[in-house]
């Protein structure tokens, strides 16, 4: 049997679909499940949050994330695609000056960066980005 | 993993009353995250700062609870009020027990 170079690309783009459908389900119901513990359930509006990262990192180990959202009292940053979604969880108080704060995060690959806000009157609202990362930092 | 671990802070000396200023913390840190291997195949056990807080004369500024994905050598930038004359207070807490401390104080003028 002869490949075409049509018939060779169609093989390994389905390869590929095939190995990463099942890990991103996975993590999908991961995600779900950190944002449902950290809302309790509430609809997550848009909007209100703004959520600072590249559009590319080069390097997975240190991709530096910013985020303000104001009027929140708590916001959770979200990595959708590493093996612990869970970045951290900013809590402001009584003396922060603006409900704003920056760090820098790994990122196992390239994925959605999510910030969930829950805003002082209980609402939640969230912004998302997607990081393009060239090495991933989450070790072999 | 408490060796060689090393606060430091960027804090204005002085502000006005009620002035809003920058905070920069930067702590030297391995924050193994639990997922990388060694060598021979074993897994390296986690061993992170998972909170790190921020006080002025007892009242908070900001609180973080840290998880694996901080990079190593966690840094933070934030913003606080400084109502009146004090001290900054910042605590890490370490996945061994260990507890790091820095404190800045700022005047008024």
């Known amino acids: 049997m002869k490949f075409s170079r049509r ?13 990463v459908l099942p890990l991103q389900a996975n993590a999908a119901t991961a995600v779900d499940d950190l944002i449902a513990t950290f809302t309790g359930g509430a609809d997550v509006g848009e909007g209100g ?3 600072t990262a590249p559009e590319i990192a080069e390097n997975g180990n ?6 303000d959202a104001p009027g929140a009292t708590e916001v959770l940053i979200v990595a959708a ?12 108080g009584e003396l922060a000056g ?8 790994r990122l196992a690959g390239t994925q959605d960066v999510m910030a969930i806000a829950k805003m002082g009157d209980g609402s939640f ?11 991933g930092g989450c070790g072999g | 993993m408490a060796q060689g671990v090393k606060p430091r802070v960027k804090a204005p000396k002085t502000a006005a009353a009620g002035e809003t200023v920058t905070l920069k913390t930067l702590i030297s840190h391995k924050m193994e995250s639990g997922q990388r291997k060694d060598k ?43 109502p009146e004359a004090g001290e900054f207070k910042f605590t890490w807490y370490d996945d061994d027990g260990s507890v790091y401390e820095e404190a800045k104080s700022v005047k008024i003028g």
Do not use: H, W
Request: glycine letters at 6%; hydrophobic letters at 40%; proline letters at 6%.
């Open chain 1, 7 to 19: 018939d060779t690309l169609a093989l390994g783009a389905g390869a590929v679909a095939l190995t």
């Open chain 1, 49 to 51: 949050v703004t959520l």
């Open chain 1, 62 to 67: 240190t991709v530096p994330v910013g985020i």
């Open chain 1, 81 to 92: 695609g590493n093996p612990n979604p869970n970045v951290a969880t900013f809590k402001f």
């Open chain 1, 98 to 105: 603006s409900q704003s704060a920056s760090t820098r995060i």
């Open chain 1, 125 to 135: 609202k969230k912004a998302s980005q997607t990081v393009k990362v060239t090495i």
């Open chain 2, 40 to 82: 021979d195949g074993n897994v390296i056990p986690r061993s992170i700062i998972n909170r790190f807080t921020c006080e002025f004369n007892g009242k908070s500024v900001i609180d973080v609870k840290m998880e694996p994905s901080i990079s190593t050598n966690p840094y933070f930038e934030f913003e606080a009020v400084v």
